[in-house]
């Protein structure tokens, strides 16, 4: 016999972020499985050739379930190491589940705007170079 069980959102979601992706959309998934209804164990598909199988199910479930927020990296370290320069970092869009959060498209967040992910800076002063200064150490 052939029985079925879903995916929820957020294990779709937890699926997505295990494989190292960003969660795009979320669905929920109803997928078709053979069952032996006396052992209530899943069954190789062959063993239900006899039944015609339901199609997968896919439906779209409410959009921003959980708020999604910008959240950034630290900045790195300013470069070049003197004078003007640029430091940057990772700006993501998350969304927080029930004890974890997990990224997703930036159009998820775009109720804020999106924090920098690079800015001008400025080190230490380069200091200047003298060319008498090595004529000097030749004389030694």
């Known amino acids: 016999m052939i029985i079925f069980y879903y995916r ?3 294990e779709a979601a937890r699926l997505a972020q295990l494989d190292g992706g960003t969660f795009d959309a979320q669905y ?8 032996n209804t006396q052992s209530g164990r ?4 062959r063993m239900c050739a006899d039944r015609e199988k339901p199609k997968i199910q896919r439906k779209e479930c409410p959009l921003l379930v959980c708020p999604s927020r ?6 790195s370290e300013c470069v070049p190491t003197c004078g003007s320069g640029l430091r940057q970092r990772t ?17 998820y967040c775009l109720a804020e705007k999106k924090p920098p992910s690079s800015e001008s800076c400025v080190s230490k002063s380069c200091g200047t170079w003298d ?8 004389r030694l």
Do not use: M
Request: glycine residues 2%; aromatic residues 10%; negative net charge.
């Open 8 to 10: 929820d959102c957020e």
């Open 28 to 35: 929920q998934i109803t997928v078709f499985v053979c069952v």
């Open 42 to 45: 899943v069954v190789p598909e």
């Open 70 to 75: 910008w959240l950034a990296s630290d900045w």
């Open 91 to 107: 700006v993501y869009c998350v969304q927080q589940q029930e004890n974890h959060s997990i990224n997703v498209l930036d159009k």
């Open 131 to 138: 060319p008498g200064e090595l004529c000097r150490w030749h």
